[in-house]
């Protein structure tokens, strides 16, 4: 059964730092592309990062040069490091399997709640 | 860069009612774009892919089309289970959500 599982949210000062894992049972996530979603309280969905079954990354403006999505592949898990946060980084995160990168995100895990706040 | 644009951003229906929602790209996406329905407090649920492809496991009465700029979404008979969010995604370049649709009953 495929599962992803998210961890490492919580509440950090503005201009702190963050580090998200995604752990993932019934497949391989470096055989996979991979991407982080992220959700605002009472917002839509907006995408943040991704990163394709070669290594190669990429990310949302908003993050850019912020944000870096990386993986552990014996560990089989996804991660997001989250440095100079702002308040407007408050959400909801998510990972999830992205299939073949173009045909949706077929897994979702449940979310893990970052707040950035003083 | 490419814009997702979708209306309506709300909408109240009855069960056993047809909807649809419309999902509008700035420029031509060929067919990459999919559908998600979110019910509060829960991750998103994958519903159509490649514009009209149904997911293994989502009701035959969920369907998509469109190519090129324009898409829907169509419900062909509200069921209570699908009041929630839908959102279209497309993937033609590096991800992109519309703003969203709420659904909600009459």
């Known amino acids: 059964e495929v599962q992803l599982v998210e961890s490492g949210g919580g509440l950090v000062q503005p201009g702190g730092s963050l580090r998200l894992s995604c752990a993932a049972s019934g497949f391989t996530v470096s055989n996979n592309y991979m991407s982080w979603v992220r959700q605002a309280p009472g917002k839509g969905l907006e995408w943040v990062s991704l990163?394709?079954?070669?290594?190669?990354?990429y990310s949302a403006d908003s993050v850019r040069g912020r944000f870096t999505i990386s993986r552990d592949n014996s560990k089989n898990t996804l991660y997001l490091h989250m440095n100079s946060l702002r308040a407007e980084d408050t959400a909801v995160y998510y990972c999830?399997?992205?299939?073949?990168?173009?045909?949706?995100?077929?897994?979702w895990g449940q979310g893990t709640l970052v707040t950035v706040s003083s | 860069d490419i814009q997702m644009t979708q209306s309506p951003s709300s909408l109240s229906a009855s069960v056993g009612d047809r909807v649809t929602i419309a999902c509008r790209a700035s420029q031509s996406i060929s067919n990459y774009l999919n559908w998600y329905q979110q019910r509060p407090g829960k991750a998103p649920k994958l519903l159509i892919y490649a514009a009209s492809l149904l997911e293994s496991g989502v009701p035959s009465r969920f369907s998509g089309s469109g190519s090129g700029t324009d898409f829907t979404l169509t419900i062909s008979s509200l069921q209570p289970e699908d009041f929630a969010a839908y959102y279209c995604q497309q993937t033609y370049t590096t991800p992109l959500f519309g703003q969203g649709t709420k659904l909600e009953i009459k």
């Open positions: 999830a399997r992205d299939r073949n990168g173009v045909y949706g995100s077929d897994y």
């Open positions: 990163i394709y079954s070669d290594g190669i990354t």
